[in-house]
């Protein structure tokens, strides 16, 4: 099962330089629109699949430069035996070594066995493909795969279109399931409508281990093909070729004209049990044509939850969905950096795998907040809800996503990790217990920003303190919501020795004059962790509407400090 080790990119459409090592198993490519990601598979997909010509443009040349030739470099490594002989490809063999990510021109102790297959072309657009080696270069002597091994390493492609897949064409995923050969000349003299008859009697001897895969396959996948899948010729053919034997279904349908994403998992499907013979599958756009839960079912199908899979896969996604379902390790983020372009892999940061399950949007967002916990979240998507009411940009169009970092110890290893990835970041926290000093001043000397209430205030205090008469009032019913007047009467005994009670609170609320105590007290007592005692805002959907209802409608009253924060962080999350 051929393995690519590095992937090395130059002047190729959107690309001017890359150099990457993908993993054995699945890789998930994700970034922003236009950030290279497809550009990449179909650098693979030139470079090894089994094409004997490709119609290159000078669109295809980085900035139209047709100077610079587009040379695209893979290197295989888990080579097959006679990949690895001596009397075969002796004098191209390299060595890998997969701890320090580097390539030797000759094999050695230690290293593992590798080809180095080069994708090469000039201003004339035609293509050179060539196996590199500095020894045969010094000897004089160049070569390509023999045709029969290149055809063996060639990838599958899983695009918007790949129903030529479940056709016996040539290259189709059909063709390698088994060594079996369909041959239609025994209908050659009926007409269209006989010749399909009297094939299709046939048909079943000449390919049934194929059409028994198939079959299997569909049905695991809750595809209905019927009792059997069959091979027929199709109806409108001129002639009768090998490629116009195609799958149908029971009752003679064909299945190419199966939906995108049934056709797309069947594929899948097939692959796996390919994976013998073809390892490497390319798939772009994974979610195209597909419901979450079959996305969910193409990604098992792909190798995602196995241990060891038989495929190196390398996908494109937007989905929040497939990210969701894949580890850190396997996720990797494209960007442009400079002039270059690189794949920063996720997996690097492992303490990431709780927030890739529960905000694997933060992973396809342009810019992320790392908010202390679940209150931050909810008070700035309400704001965003009533801007947005009133007919003013969203943060979630200017592709800001907030992440609940679950504690103030959390948000600086989170928010540095993905300042590292790339993304514009920013935290937003209390004040009444910091994350180390050192950690915030190295993130805002790397660009990140540092939103946080007055000093040693948490969120529940400055709501009361700093808001005006009326969104008190608002705040106090609303605690009442879920708990009694006993209850919070306790509370703020408890916070203040008794010195306010529920009554004098609603004798101040009565009389339109809150006193700094009573409304420290309130803050105290609504931001709990006293004595066991329970918050009263602490669900994302709580604080969603005190953001919404309570706090901007009542901004432009408030205290300034308070005010200017509120504002500052709605500015940083539309872009501002």
Same mark, same amino acid.
């Given at each position: 099962m051929a393995t690519i080790r590095i992937v090395e990119i130059d002047n190729f459409r959107g690309i001017k330089s890359l150099k990457w090592h993908p993993g054995p198993g699945l890789n998930c490519l994700i970034g922003i629109g236009d950030s290279g990601k497809s550009t990449i598979l179909d650098a693979i997909d030139l470079c090894l699949g089994a094409r004997r010509t490709f119609q290159f443009t000078d669109a295809d040349f980085h900035?139209?430069?047709?100077?610079?030739?587009?040379?695209?470099?893979?290197?295989?490594?888990?080579?097959?035996?006679?990949?690895?002989?001596?009397?075969?490809?002796?004098?191209?063999? %390299?060595?890998?070594?997969?701890?320090?990510?580097? $390539?030797?021109?000759?094999?050695?102790?230690?290293?593992?066995?590798?080809?180095?297959?080069?994708?090469?072309?000039?201003?004339?657009?035609?293509?050179?493909?060539?196996?590199?080696?500095?020894?045969?270069?010094?000897?004089?002597?160049?070569?390509?795969?023999?045709?029969?091994? %290149?055809?063996?390493?060639?990838?599958? &492609?899983?695009?918007?279109?790949?129903?030529?897949?479940?056709?016996?064409?040539?290259?189709?995923?059909?063709?390698?399931?088994?060594?079996?050969?369909?041959?239609?000349?025994?209908?050659? $003299?009926?007409?269209?409508?006989?010749?399909?008859?009297?094939?299709?009697?046939?048909?079943?001897?000449? $390919?049934?281990?194929? $059409?028994?895969?198939?079959?299997?396959?569909?049905?695991?996948?809750?595809?209905?093909?019927?009792?059997?899948?069959?091979?027929?010729?199709?109806?409108?053919?001129?002639?009768?070729?090998?490629?116009?034997?195609?799958?149908?279904?029971?009752?003679?349908?064909?299945? %190419?004209?199966?939906?995108?994403?049934?056709? &797309?998992?069947?594929?899948?499907?097939?692959?796996?049990?390919n994976a013998s013979e073809s390892s490497i599958l390319l798939v772009d756009e994974l979610e195209h044509g597909l419901e979450p839960h079959r996305i969910i079912r193409f990604l098992d199908n792909l190798g995602a939850k196995q241990k060891d899979s038989p495929?190196?896969?390398?996908?494109?996604?937007?989905?929040?969905?497939?990210?969701?379902?894949?580890?850190?390790?396997?996720?990797?983020?494209? &960007?442009?950096?400079?002039?270059?372009?690189?794949?920063?892999?996720?997996?690097?940061?492992?303490?990431?795998?709780?927030?890739?399950?529960?905000?694997?949007?933060?992973?396809?967002? %342009?810019?992320?907040?790392?908010?202390?916990?679940?209150?931050?979240?909810?008070?700035?998507?309400?704001?965003?809800?009533h801007r947005s009411a009133a007919g003013k940009p969203s943060m979630h169009a200017h592709g800001t996503c907030l992440v609940d970092a679950g504690g103030y110890t959390k948000i600086m290893p989170r928010a540095r990790a993905f300042q590292q990835m790339g993304f514009k970041v920013a935290t937003f926290r209390d004040d009444d217990y910091r994350p180390e000093a050192a950690e915030e001043s190295a993130f805002e000397a790397a660009g990140g920003k540092i939103f946080k209430w007055r000093k040693d205030k948490k969120l529940e205090v400055e709501l009361f303190e700093c808001l005006p008469h009326p969104a008190i009032k608002m705040l106090v019913e609303k605690s009442l919501e879920d708990r009694s007047e006993q209850e919070i009467d306790s509370q703020v005994r408890s916070y203040s020795k008794n010195a306010v009670t529920f009554t004098r609170v609603q004798e101040e609320l009565g009389k339109g004059e809150l006193s700094q105590e009573t409304r420290t007290t309130l803050g105290c007592a609504a931001g709990g962790n006293k004595e066991g005692k329970k918050a009263w805002f602490k669900t994302v959907g709580e604080m969603e509407e005190i953001g919404r209802d309570v706090v901007w409608p009542n901004l432009e009253a408030s205290d300034k400090e308070f005010k200017d924060t509120v504002i500052a962080l709605r500015r940083w999350c539309i872009g501002g």
């Open positions: 900035g139209l430069v047709t100077s610079e030739p587009i040379s695209v470099t893979l290197t295989i490594g888990n080579l097959a035996p006679e990949l690895k002989s001596i009397d075969g490809y002796g004098l191209y063999l %390299r060595g890998f070594d997969e701890a320090k990510l580097e $390539l030797e021109d000759e094999p050695g102790s230690g290293l593992e066995t590798v080809l180095s297959l080069n994708m090469r072309v000039e201003s004339d657009l035609e293509p050179v493909w060539s196996l590199l080696s500095d020894r045969a270069a010094a000897a004089g002597q160049t070569r390509n795969l023999s045709w029969s091994d %290149r055809v063996a390493l060639s990838p599958v &492609r899983i695009g918007a279109l790949s129903d030529h897949n479940l056709s016996w064409r040539r290259g189709s995923i059909l063709n390698r399931l088994s060594d079996e050969t369909a041959d239609a000349s025994t209908a050659l $003299l009926a007409a269209a409508r006989e010749a399909r008859k009297s094939f299709g009697a046939d048909a079943d001897k000449m $390919l049934g281990k194929a $059409l028994g895969i198939v079959t299997a396959v569909a049905s695991d996948l809750g595809i209905d093909v019927g009792a059997k899948a069959k091979a027929e010729l199709e109806a409108h053919s001129a002639s009768v070729t090998a490629g116009t034997i195609s799958l149908h279904d029971e009752t003679g349908v064909p299945l %190419r004209r199966l939906g995108i994403g049934s056709a &797309r998992l069947i594929i899948s499907g097939l692959q796996q049990k495929l190196q896969v390398f996908l494109t996604s937007h989905s929040s969905v497939a990210v969701r379902e894949l580890t850190v390790e396997q996720v990797s983020i494209v &960007r442009k950096s400079g002039s270059a372009h690189e794949v920063l892999w996720v997996g690097q940061h492992s303490h990431l795998q709780g927030i890739l399950r529960v905000y694997p949007e933060a992973f396809l967002a %342009r810019s992320v907040l790392i908010c202390e916990g679940a209150s931050e979240v909810g008070l700035l998507r309400g704001v965003d809800q």
